[in-house]
């Protein structure tokens, strides 16, 4: 018995020892879930209110806070529909991570010296001393006696942001595409500038042609500007400054008069042409107060003064005779500037008797109508060129 005995202290032992720790078991067990069903709520908190304010105010104090005074400024950047109309449209740009290997390749062929036999790279041109780069056409070598047409392509930016660089692969295949000299120049930008010296620059470029077409082979009088968005709607207030002489533009009158007769037309890709609609839309996406566009107009009050619809309706007769032809082309998933403001406009040009073509082309939305000019395997390629050739074809021949 006495060999037996510690084996059932043991035991005794053991049964004591457990049955504190099966209750000590059990309330860890309910403590866990009572975070699991807390961290739930907590979660979802953080998702869909820390998150949206994180970004919203992160946005505005990197862009702009509301044009308010004092602290109602951030009372309107508070409000939860600028809050989540915000967040949301910052994570639309999300998208444009796809055009990362466009990225790198654009990068390589611009550094590559070997691609220097396409194009002059940095030429100096106007007032301010922009660059610009110059894009011959294929069959440079062949025709060397005849001048080639000249494209004069303009990038948007929201006013606020760009360079040609970007763009020498775009302007590369228009070369090809239409057999054309194709020009890319760059422009001060916000907040080097207002809109007023953007469109300065762009008629010092047009200056610079009308000046140097002799020494690279192409057709000073034969120009199609072309634009992108916020470079649409430059190319447009040039084109319609000049026909209205205006002085600001601190330009000769006989000098505005050539251009303008050199202008072929415009064709607009996802342009903006009405300011105060452009900016109600920025308003609907909460955008309004981030967005370069009222800063580079030096407030709203100057929205109609630089909104193609408002001067074309103050124009003469007989300035309205001059306005060259105008292609317009805009995707119907553009949410950054809504197809209305192509369709709007080309339908205020056709009630004042002014030559145009509009093309709504479907699933193509802002970015794709240009990044898918850039080289031939992009999905929309060959529909957009196919659209620009034919209006470019008419264009030349217009005249």
């Given amino acids: 018995m006495r060999g037996g005995y510690p084996r059932r202290r043991i035991i005794n032992q053991s049964i004591y020892h457990h049955t504190p720790l099966r ?206 968005s916020a470079g649409a709607h430059l190319c447009t207030l040039a084109a319609l400054f000049l026909i209205d002489g205006r002085e600001e533009l601190f330009i000769e009158p006989s000098k505005q008069a050539d251009i303008t007769q050199s202008i072929r037309g415009v064709i607009g890709l996802s342009g903006v042409y009405n300011i105060v609609d452009h900016y109600e839309h920025e308003q609907k996406r909460g955008v309004e107060y981030v967005s370069t566009m009222h800063k580079a107009m030096n407030g709203v009050e100057n929205f109609p003064y630089y909104s193609p619809t408002h001067l074309l309706k103050k124009l003469s007769r007989d300035k309205l005779n001059r306005i060259p032809p105008f292609a317009l082309l805009h995707g119907t998933d553009d949410i950054i500037v809504p197809f209305d403001s192509s369709a709007k406009f080309c339908d205020l040009l056709t009630s004042l008797s002014v030559k145009v073509s509009l093309y709504l082309l479907p699933r193509v939305d802002h970015a794709e109508i240009v990044t898918d000019l850039m080289v031939p395997d992009r999905r929309f390629y060959h529909p957009i060129y196919s659209c620009i050739k034919q209006e470019y074809r008419k264009l030349l021949g217009a005249w």
């Fill in 23 to 228: 209750k000590t078991d059990g309330l860890i067990q309910n403590m866990s879930g009572l975070r699991c069903h807390m961290s739930l709520p907590v979660s979802v908190g953080v998702l869909l209110v820390g998150l949206p304010y994180s970004i919203s105010l992160a946005a505005q104090w990197l862009y702009g806070w509301p044009n308010k005074p004092g602290y109602k400024k951030y009372i309107e950047a508070l409000k939860p529909r600028r809050i989540y109309c915000l967040t949301r449209a910052v994570l639309e740009t999300l998208k444009y991570l796809q055009y990362g290997r466009l990225y790198f390749q654009w990068k390589s062929w611009y550094k590559n010296e070997g691609n220097r036999k396409h194009y002059e790279k940095g030429i100096t041109f106007g007032r301010r001393s922009n660059k610009l780069d110059l894009y011959h056409p294929p069959n440079m070598d062949r025709c060397k006696g005849v001048p080639a047409p000249l494209v004069v392509f303009i990038y948007g930016g929201a006013w606020g942001s760009g360079d040609r660089s970007i763009y020498c692969l775009l302007a590369r295949q228009m070369a090809k595409e239409l057999s054309a000299t194709v020009i890319c120049p760059d422009y001060f930008v916000y907040p080097k500038a207002n809109v007023l010296g953007m469109v300065q620059d762009i008629v010092d470029c047009l200056i610079w042609v009308q000046e140097s077409g002799q020494k690279f082979n192409f057709d000073k009088d034969n120009i199609v500007l072309i634009g992108h």
